[in-house]
């Protein structure tokens, strides 16, 4: 695949083998391609790249881990985890361009980087599909809100009036109030760029996986057995069995979603030594840890639960006591979606508000209010998207479909296919190589994942809202 030459200009650049030559380096000497002073370290890598990867995904694993047994279930994470890696690892390569004469020294985001070894046609549509998984997000990062909020109030119903208190609380109003939050806290400027919601977010997230994986952990010594089977749930048909197979993989997809970030990410890192270097071995520890929570909360909690396993580990009422530890866990959700979804809206509010600006020029003017500088476009955009999130998330509130649909959506083309693409043109690969053969092959098996995940979780969740309608 020849790169297009009209994107940035320029020729191909120089050969990196991932697989024969892991120690390659694109570092240059003399590299003047701007001025920024990078300081970032392993460390900071690791904290970004952490809290980019542990998120509402671990959340759902133990369901699908039931839904597809013992065997089955681990080793799809551990297969997800490693195409990730090797995904990651292509994304890394990509990030230096060797002839900054004829093109951009470092490609700061994976849609830049699109751009320049694919051409603007691909950009396009590497775009569509960033936009759409942070858009579906939002959506997300909703619905598991209202039901960390709705679970505090359940586990205090239940310890003071007994696990079988009739102690139900409806979705939509915490749904409501989440978004209304989301009105105000998206107005404030660069709040994306605030150094302490990355830290906040990492804290929070090894907090509820960490409590995840103990209570798992508790309940499987307090029941003395490890509950499961080979072959995990039944289904009442083989044709439901077969579905929530399929959704289990688009949920386990949905836990690994941080190919598109790995370059901005990359870009904070100081070199020597270089840069791509320094990310791989990020990822890789990273990764490693990560699926080792995801492994503890998805086997304890299928250990603990056996075909009972809730959909959400901690929303789902296996665990009932005890109930501060509980609450605690979804506090600390909660207060990680909150700026969790702020993380993702954000490069849509900027794209957005950008190409606006560029067709009505007169959009950017601001008026005082207050004191305080109000832009209308910022206003009514900003709180249309929220709304827009928030509407359909009270449509469909369904956990684990909504997951499973976004997961297999973009599995495939953000950290699968993109990444092959850009390595191929990048490294030169000849077509039909051994190497050709095998990127492109796995990339075929991931596109088939994807797509029966897709089904899956689509039929799962218009069954979910037939149930609820009727």
Not at 209 to 219: D, E, K, Q, R, V
Not at 221 to 248: D, L, M, R, Y
């Amino acid at each position: 695949m020849e790169r297009n030459s009209s994107s940035n200009g320029g020729n191909g650049s120089k050969s990196t083998d991932l697989i024969s030559s892991p120690n390659a380096s694109f570092e240059v000497a003399g590299d003047s391609d701007d001025l920024v002073q990078r300081t970032g370290t392993f460390w900071t890598a690791a904290a970004h790249v952490i809290t980019g990867v542990i998120g509402a995904g671990v959340l759902s694993l133990a369901w699908s881990t039931a839904q597809l047994g013992w065997i089955a279930g681990p080793l799809a994470i551990v297969v997800f985890a490693a195409i990730t890696q090797v995904s990651i690892f292509l994304v890394c390569d990509c990030y230096r361009s060797p002839d900054p004469i004829d093109g951009p020294a470092r490609h700061r985001s994976f849609i830049e980087a699109v751009k320049f070894y694919l051409g603007k046609k691909q950009q396009l549509i590497c775009g569509l599909f960033l936009m759409e998984s942070f858009y579906g997000c939002g959506i997300a990062y909703t619905i598991v809100t209202a039901s960390s909020v709705k679970a505090i109030l359940r586990s205090d119903c239940y310890h003071d009036r007994g696990h079988d208190a009739d102690c139900r609380y409806g979705d939509y109003k915490f749904m409501l109030i989440f978004g209304l939050s989301q009105i105000i806290v998206s107005q404030i400027p660069d709040f994306h760029n605030m150094a302490w919601l990355s830290v906040v977010a990492a804290i929070m997230s090894f907090c509820y996986a960490s409590i995840g994986f103990g209570l798992g952990f508790a309940a499987v010594i307090e029941n003395k057995e490890i509950k499961g089977s080979i072959s995990g749930v039944p289904g009442n048909t083989s044709a439901q069995k077969t579905w929530h197979i399929f959704q289990a993989l688009g949920d386990i997809a949905f836990a690994y979603p941080y190919t598109q970030i790995v370059l901005e990410i990359q870009d904070t890192l100081k070199s020597p030594p270089a840069a791509n270097q320094t990310m791989k071995k990020v990822t890789m520890s990273a990764i490693l840890i990560t699926t080792f929570f995801y492994l503890c909360c998805a086997c304890f909690g299928y250990a603990a639960f056996g075909d009972a396993t809730p959909g959400n580990l901690l929303t789902g009422f296996g665990f009932y006591e005890p109930f501060w530890l509980v609450d605690f866990a979804n506090a600390c959700i909660i207060l990680h979606l909150v700026g969790g979804y702020q993380v993702y809206s954000q490069p849509v509010f900027a794209f957005a508000e950008r190409w606006i600006s560029r067709k009505f020029p007169e959009s950017r003017k601001s008026y005082k209010w207050g004191g305080i500088g109000v832009n209308p476009l910022r206003v009514c955009f900003r709180t249309a998207y929220v709304v827009s999130t928030t509407g359909i998330a009270m449509l469909f509130p369904y956990f684990n479909q909504v997951l499973g649909v976004l997961g297999a959506l973009n599995f495939w083309p953000l950290a699968v296919y993109f990444p092959v693409e850009m390595y191929l043109v990048q490294s030169k690969t000849r077509a039909w190589s051994r190497k050709w053969v095998f990127l492109q092959g796995v990339s075929a098996l991931c596109f088939v994942l994807s797509l029966v995940g897709l089904i899956g979780s689509v039929v799962g969740l218009m069954r979910a809202k037939f149930t609820s309608s009727s």
